[in-house]
């Protein structure tokens, strides 16, 4: 089966043409990613005056913002508001609790104000329960988080399978606030706006090395050198060895997506008829969502394969005419994967290992709207916010335990939980 690259490149607006660094530059700040992170930290410091130029090893969105599943979910992925208390502290707890709750309604703000093109919706978000014990755990957490102004509702009974047309759940938890965005619709768009207003772009540019040397940053751009007052890094899960520390410092897991050509109506049938997406509960999850033209967009996880490529097709291929009978017989037309970031603690981490240094990743998979958050809050930083007033802890690098044993045996450890899911989930009836 031919495999072309994400449906999302197919169905974008085509991007401005990329620019290309020919020679030595100086700017006021570096920016190296031109995912959403990226992007969005160029466009605040163009808006503020400053001489901004982004370095993207491959095109405009080529990491994960470009093949993401598009669903903005206004919530970290950590269970409890005392998690949250834990990993963050007492004084940023509640300033991060409701930056993340809001990240949703900002984005689609942001969406709105500039007028970017990228079918966005705000209809909601079902985050459904696979098993009793996952309906009990998610209800006594969204309660907890309702007590923050999160505004969860629940769904019972033939409710989920009603609004979604997915069978195997029985109950689930609704976040009115969520929605979808078209994710390489939405970096593309960055990318215009970023540039209209000064941002300089561009793209193949990998930063090979850099530098501080007489209070300044030496960057080495694809052989030429560039020199900045203040360096952000923006690269997330595709981060290398730029930054001591950086990479090792998130685990990268990766996650796997398949999407249809248009379906009929009939194909179709009541899959997610009133434009929410969807999610569930499994320790290896999937989402979901119905595009405008009715194709289908299914995902999960998956893993990178010891001989290259990405594993866990198989699991996303069997799953989807499980979860969506109406689909069954229908061709997956299009594949494609990326990686995803963990922190251990599972919240985003802002650094400053250097003077004039800033690195901002780690959004677990619950990037779409907080990367934005991030690149907003790091363009403050390096426009001389104190770093006591943003709304995350600036926190030392620290290395993700157990890392390489968790990379190396990825496969394994996902097909055994998976396995656990499979019983779990089957046990709902
Ligand atoms: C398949 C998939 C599905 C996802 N689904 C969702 C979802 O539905 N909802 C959600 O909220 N989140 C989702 N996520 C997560 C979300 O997409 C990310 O958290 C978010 O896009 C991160 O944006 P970013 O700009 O920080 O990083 P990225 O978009 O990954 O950008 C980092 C960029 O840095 C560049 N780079 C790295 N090193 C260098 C260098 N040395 N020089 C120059 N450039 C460099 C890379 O080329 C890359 O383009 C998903 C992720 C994946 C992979």
């Known amino acids: 089966m031919d495999i072309p690259d994400a449906l999302w490149r197919q169905t974008a607006p085509d991007?401005?043409?990329?620019?290309?660094?020919?020679?030595?530059?100086?700017?006021?700040?570096?920016?190296?990613?031109?995912?959403?992170?990226?992007?969005?930290?160029?466009?605040?410091?163009?808006?503020?005056?400053?001489d901004v130029?982004?370095?993207?090893?491959?095109?405009?969105?080529?990491?994960?913002?470009?093949?993401?599943?598009?669903?903005?979910?206004?919530?970290?992925?950590?269970?409890?508001?005392?998690?949250?208390?834990?990993?963050?502290?007492?004084?940023?707890?509640?300033?991060?609790?409701?930056?993340?709750?809001?990240?949703?309604?900002?984005?689609?703000?942001?969406?709105?104000?500039?007028?970017?093109?990228?079918?966005?919706?705000?209809?909601?978000?079902?985050?459904?329960?696979?098993?009793?014990?996952?309906?009990?755990?998610?209800?006594?957490?969204?309660?907890?988080?309702?007590?923050?102004?999160?505004?969860?509702?629940?769904?019972?009974g033939e409710e989920v399978t009603r609004l979604t047309g997915a069978y195997g759940y029985r109950t689930a938890t609704v976040s009115p606030r969520g929605g979808a965005v078209q994710p390489m619709s939405l970096v593309r768009g960055l990318d215009r706006v970023a540039r209209a207003a000064g941002a300089k772009i561009y793209s193949f540019a990998p930063v090979r090395?850099?530098?501080?040397?007489?209070?300044?940053?030496?960057?080495?751009?694809?052989?030429?050198?560039?020199?900045?007052?203040?360096v952000i890094v923006a690269t997330n899960g595709y981060s290398d060895g730029l930054v001591k520390g950086l990479k090792g410092s998130v685990l990268p897991l990766f996650s796997t997506q398949i999407a249809t050509e248009p379906l009929t109506e009939e194909q179709i049938g009541p899959v997610l008829r009133g434009g929410h997406?969807?999610?569930?509960?499994?320790?290896?999850?999937?989402?979901?969502?119905?595009?405008?033209?009715?194709?289908?967009?299914?995902?999960?996880?998956g893993y990178r394969r010891p001989g290259g490529g990405i594993g866990g097709f198989s699991w996303i291929l069997k799953d989807a005419p499980e979860t969506f009978p109406s689909l069954r017989g229908v061709e997956w037309r299009y594949r494609w994967g990326g990686r995803v970031a963990l922190t251990e603690d599972r919240v985003p981490h802002l650094h400053e290992p250097q003077p004039g240094l800033i690195a901002g990743l780690g959004y677990n998979g619950r990037g779409v709207a907080m990367s934005h958050v991030m690149g907003r809050v790091m363009a403050e930083r390096a426009l001389g916010t104190p770093a006591e007033d943003l709304p995350f802890p600036v926190t030392k690098i620290a290395p993700y335990r157990f890392r390489t044993p968790q990379v190396l045996g990825a496969g394994l450890a996902m097909a055994f939980l998976r396995m656990r899911d499979q019983r779990e989930w089957r046990s709902v009836g």
């Open 15 to 50: 991007a401005l043409p990329a620019e290309r660094l020919s020679g030595a530059r100086h700017c006021d700040v570096a920016v190296i990613g031109g995912g959403f992170t990226g992007l969005r930290a160029a466009l605040e410091l163009a808006e503020a005056g400053t």
């Open 53 to 156: 130029a982004v370095f993207e090893a491959g095109d405009v969105g080529f990491g994960a913002s470009g093949r993401s599943g598009g669903q903005v979910n206004p919530m970290l992925p950590v269970a409890r508001p005392d998690d949250l208390r834990r990993a963050v502290g007492k004084t940023y707890f509640e300033r991060m609790a409701q930056t993340a709750l809001g990240s949703a309604d900002d984005l689609f703000d942001f969406i709105r104000k500039y007028q970017i093109q990228c079918d966005a919706r705000q209809h909601g978000w079902v985050r459904a329960d696979h098993c009793a014990t996952a309906r009990k755990v998610a209800r006594r957490n969204a309660d907890l988080w309702n007590a923050f102004g999160a505004g969860f509702e629940f769904l019972d």
């Open 209 to 230: 090395s850099m530098q501080r040397r007489d209070g300044a940053w030496h960057l080495d751009v694809a052989g030429m050198p560039v020199t900045a007052k203040t």
């Open 277 to 301: 997406t969807i999610s569930d509960t499994r320790r290896l999850i999937m989402y979901a969502r119905r595009e405008p033209g009715n194709q289908m967009v299914f995902g999960g996880m």
